[in-house]
């Protein structure tokens, strides 16, 4: 449930704030230690029965844990693939005879086979025997998008499951006021009053973070006002030499790294800036794009961000391809536009927000995707 974790960890969150604004009550089982400082801030029941072991984050507690609890629910709902809680769940709900339901969270996208084939042979090695029996044994597997379903039937061969669309949001943001402005500027004096070009989300090699930072080397010089600005947790060795190859370049000033920020900050960072930015080689639905749009912040993405169909059919931002000449183009485009016209993309991508990407849409369509079970 660490938050630095990214949007499958803050999707969940938001998923319960909005279940119980429709009565209901959602409690996580997380194999984290319970003493991690992020689970004191979780407003629903969490049962954290870490510390588990591990890369796979094995944990001998869960399986029994859930074989004595989970058949008092409603419904058991697994967030994402790859580690122990997917298979743990499968274990018990073959031993009890529980439902469940699974979220991928883009987690069998094709792009990390051809990225990680190292990675990948070794998924296959447990892919019949684990993960592959969690997806065909669910009652249903969960797809936040038309695209991500599409995409997940070419990662392995060996693939069945009952497919649902449920779609995603966010809680809407809280609304732009002076005082969250002015916590940001007073946070980072040397952005007051400058264009930003936010990007927030992990420094990720998928995020496209290399590509972004060349990209700006080409359009920095066409206002001294633009700034670069990075938020996010750092990934080690990636941030590291991206931070070492803007400090060697001519646009050191106009790139700033901040780190990861929460609440006020954040939203503060969404309302101080003119465009998000997100050139993903590969995202699932990106929580953190939902967020810009109900900020009526414009977003350019890459057409690897699986929600691009719908910001480009409402026009609430700039779609490009996940390449150097494709994000510097799409960079030109938008400082090229006039301010009545940035403004119409700001009006436009409230209004995708509004009728896509709330929480309360996402949440009535998982409770209808459940509902079909009883």
Same mark, same amino acid.
């Given at each position: 449930?660490? #938050?630095?974790?990214? *949007?499958?960890?803050?999707?969940?969150?938001?998923?319960?704030?909005?279940?119980?604004?429709?009565?209901?009550?959602?409690?996580?089982?997380?194999?984290?230690?319970?003493?991690?400082?992020?689970?004191?801030?979780?407003?629903?029941?969490?049962?954290?029965? *870490?510390?588990?072991?591990?890369?796979?984050?094995?944990?001998?507690?869960?399986? +029994?844990?859930?074989?004595?609890?989970?058949?008092?629910?409603?419904?058991?709902?697994?967030?994402?693939?790859?580690?122990?809680?997917?298979?743990?769940?499968?274990?018990?709900?073959?031993?009890?005879?529980? #439902?469940?339901?699974?979220?991928?969270?883009?987690?069998? +996208? #094709?792009?990390?086979?051809?990225?990680?084939?190292?990675?990948?042979?070794?998924?296959?090695?447990?892919?019949?025997?684990?993960?592959?029996?969690?997806?065909? +044994?669910?009652?249903?597997?969960?797809?936040?998008?038309?695209?991500?379903?599409?995409?997940?039937?070419?990662?392995?061969?060996?693939?069945?499951?009952?497919?649902?669309?449920?779609?995603?949001?966010?809680?809407?943001?809280? #609304?732009?006021?002076?005082?969250?402005?002015?916590?940001?500027?007073?946070?980072?004096?040397?952005?007051?009053?400058?264009?930003?070009?936010? @990007?927030?989300?992990?420094?990720?090699?998928?995020?496209?973070?290399?590509?972004?930072?060349?990209? @700006?080397?080409?359009?920095?010089?066409?206002?001294?006002?633009?700034?670069?600005?990075?938020?996010?947790?750092?990934? %080690?060795?990636?941030?590291?030499?991206?931070?070492?190859?803007?400090?060697?370049?001519?646009?050191?000033?106009?790139?700033?790294?901040? %780190?990861?920020?929460? +609440?006020?900050?954040?939203?503060?960072?969404?309302?101080?800036?003119?465009?998000?930015?997100?050139?993903?080689?590969?995202?699932? @639905?990106?929580?953190?794009?939902?967020?810009?749009? *109900?900020?009526?912040?414009?977003?350019?993405?890459?057409?690897?961000?699986?929600?691009?169909?719908?910001?480009?059919?409402?026009?609430?931002?700039?779609?490009?391809?996940?390449?150097?000449?494709?994000?510097?183009?799409?960079?030109?485009?938008?400082?090229?536009?006039?301010?009545?016209?940035?403004?119409?993309?700001?009006?436009?991508?409230?209004?995708? @927000?509004?009728?896509?990407?709330?929480?309360?849409?996402?949440?009535?369509?998982?409770?209808?995707?459940?509902?079909?079970?009883?």
């Amino acid at each position: 449930m660490d #938050p630095r974790s990214g *949007g499958p960890v803050e999707g969940v969150r938001q998923s319960g704030a909005a279940l119980r604004g429709l009565g209901h009550q959602q409690e996580v089982v997380t194999l984290d230690d319970a003493a991690s400082p992020f689970l004191q801030s979780c407003a629903e029941a969490v049962h954290a029965l *870490g510390p588990s072991h591990l890369g796979y984050r094995y944990n001998a507690r869960l399986v +029994d844990w859930l074989v004595r609890h989970a058949p008092s629910y409603d419904a058991v709902i697994v967030n994402g693939l790859w580690q122990y809680h997917s298979f743990g769940v499968w274990r018990a709900a073959k031993i009890k005879g529980f #439902p469940y339901f699974v979220f991928p969270h883009g987690m069998l +996208d #094709p792009w990390f086979k051809r990225q990680y084939r190292a990675k990948h042979f070794k998924k296959w090695l447990y892919w019949p025997w684990a993960d592959y029996r969690v997806l065909r +044994d669910a009652r249903a597997v969960l797809f936040t998008t038309e695209e991500e379903r599409r995409l997940a039937r070419q990662s392995f061969w060996l693939y069945r499951a009952a497919e649902q669309v449920v779609g995603y949001g966010t809680s809407a943001p809280p #609304p732009s006021s002076p005082r969250l402005i002015e916590r940001f500027s007073a946070r980072f004096p040397q952005l007051r009053d400058k264009r930003l070009l936010l @990007f927030l989300g992990r420094i990720h090699e998928k995020k496209g973070c290399d590509l972004l930072l060349r990209a @700006f080397a080409h359009v920095a010089c066409n206002d001294r006002r633009l700034r670069l600005v990075f938020c996010g947790a750092d990934d %080690g060795e990636l941030a590291s030499a991206l931070k070492q190859d803007a400090a060697a370049s001519q646009q050191f000033e106009s790139v700033s790294w901040l %780190g990861h920020l929460q +609440d006020d900050l954040k939203w503060g960072a969404f309302y101080s800036s003119e465009l998000f930015v997100l050139p993903s080689h590969q995202e699932n @639905f990106g929580v953190a794009v939902a967020e810009a749009l *109900g900020c009526r912040l414009p977003v350019l993405i890459s057409n690897k961000v699986n929600i691009w169909r719908e910001v480009e059919s409402y026009r609430a931002g700039i779609v490009c391809a996940d390449t150097l000449d494709g994000i510097t183009t799409a960079l030109h485009a938008w400082l090229a536009l006039s301010t009545a016209e940035r403004g119409a993309f700001a009006t436009r991508a409230r209004a995708l @927000f509004d009728q896509r990407f709330t929480a309360q849409a996402a949440a009535q369509s998982l409770l209808r995707a459940l509902a079909r079970d009883h």
